[in-house]
């Protein structure tokens, strides 16, 4: 009778205990490292005062943090912060010509598979980009360059692997759309003026749930 019951206590503590993530109610707070890995075709600058410029962003990882409200059973949202992220410009063919620093607060709307120790999310959002410091060099060194704020859409796709009640490793991804205007000395850089960022971001975090 013992055996019998500890067996039924040790079955409903692990069935319990993966459900309570994803329960409505439930916050949960994830610390990690996160690459952004804008695409490899960031765009041509057209008609600019030293041609037509192909642009190449550079990747840069950093720590993120992420909170998560579980407004229902498995449905959650979640607002992603980071420290900034550090990008080197480069023109094709030129080489480096400046760096800019972006901050990417993203809040999305997450749905949560099942209630297995292994879990994977899917969600869609909004994201805002605030470019800062940028600086130039090379071939426009001494000009003030500068990148307008975005705003787009984002997707992110995940799977949680549960290591405790308390706490799962997440390995993620995101997409998320980025475009900004450039303007040199405070005039559009070129009749087309647009970089096309949209990096793909993807990383490691551990999450606490409580």
């Not at 900004?180 to 793909?200: C, M």
């Amino acid at each position: 009778m013992q055996l019998s019951r500890l067996v039924l206590a040790s079955a409903l503590a692990l069935a319990a205990s993966p459900a309570l993530a994803q329960s409505a109610g439930t916050w949960t707070v994830g610390v990690g490292v996160h690459n952004v890995a804008p695409k490899s075709n960031n765009g041509t600058l057209v008609g600019t005062p030293l041609g037509d410029l192909k642009m190449d962003v550079g990747n840069n990882a950093r720590p993120t943090v992420t909170a998560e409200y579980f407004v229902k059973d498995n449905l959650g949202v979640e607002v992603l912060a980071a420290l900034p992220f550090q990008h080197d410009i480069d023109v094709v063919g030129v080489g480096k010509v400046g760096s800019t620093k972006h901050l990417p607060p993203t809040v999305s709307l997450q749905y949560h598979f099942g209630k297995g120790k292994v879990r994977p999310f899917i969600g869609a959002g909004v994201n805002y980009t605030r470019f800062f410091s940028t600086k130039t060099e090379g071939a426009i060194a001494g000009t003030s360059l500068s990148l307008s704020d975005s705003w787009g859409l984002a997707g992110h796709v995940g799977v949680d692997f549960q290591l405790s009640d308390k706490g799962a490793l997440r390995i993620d991804y995101r997409m998320i759309d980025i475009d900004t205007k450039v303007k040199l000395n405070g005039a559009n850089l070129g009749t087309r003026n647009t970089v096309n960022i949209d990096p793909s971001v993807y990383g490691v975090a551990y999450v606490f749930s409580f």
